[in-house]
């Protein structure tokens, strides 16, 4: 098993950065010519996923993630307890985030085949930051 991490840092509030050059790299960086990459990300206010790279479609998924669970409660009518419990002690107002973390998933799982990772035609791996501007880490597994 091939092990690696790399960091990140995000410039905005919520937002979608691909990371699929970074994953190609450390696959050939790894050695392996068939098997599996994992990346996973720690982080519980970011996900990973994989979708087409169209800017249009990204700023689509960006704004309706957003219609889900907006960044000011109030738009929805509604109140984050989490918002009002934490932004006495740290300022803290990132419950949009937690929520939409619970609809994605903090990891993704690629096969390599010849060396390459074996994506569709349209597929793109992507990093959602949904509480930025933040430094991240995704670590990376690479097996097979």
């Known amino acids: 098993m091939f092990r690696d ?10 937002e979608i ?3 699929t050059s970074r994953l190609e790299g450390i696959v050939e ?5 068939d098997g599996f990459v994992l990346a996973y990300t720690g982080h519980v ?3 990973l996923t ?6 249009e479609l990204l700023e689509d998924i960006k704004e309706n993630l957003l219609r889900l ?9 509604s109140r984050y307890r989490h918002n009002e419990k934490y932004s006495s ?4 107002q990132n419950t949009h985030a937690h929520i939409l973390a619970t609809l994605m998933k903090p990891s993704i799982i690629v096969p390599i085949e010849k060396g390459r990772l074996r994506l569709g ?24």
């Open 5 to 14: 991490e790399f960091s990140l840092r995000s410039r905005e509030r919520v």
């Open 17 to 19: 950065i691909d990371i």
């Open 29 to 33: 960086k790894s050695g392996l010519r």
């Open 45 to 47: 206010t970011a996900c």
């Open 50 to 55: 994989i979708n087409e790279n169209d800017r």
């Open 69 to 77: 669970a907006p960044i000011d409660p109030h738009l929805v009518n």
């Open 89 to 92: 002690m740290s300022g803290e």
């Open 121 to 144: 035609t349209w597929q793109s791996l992507f990093f959602f930051e949904l509480d930025g501007p933040r430094s991240r880490n995704v670590q990376v597994q690479v097996w097979g």
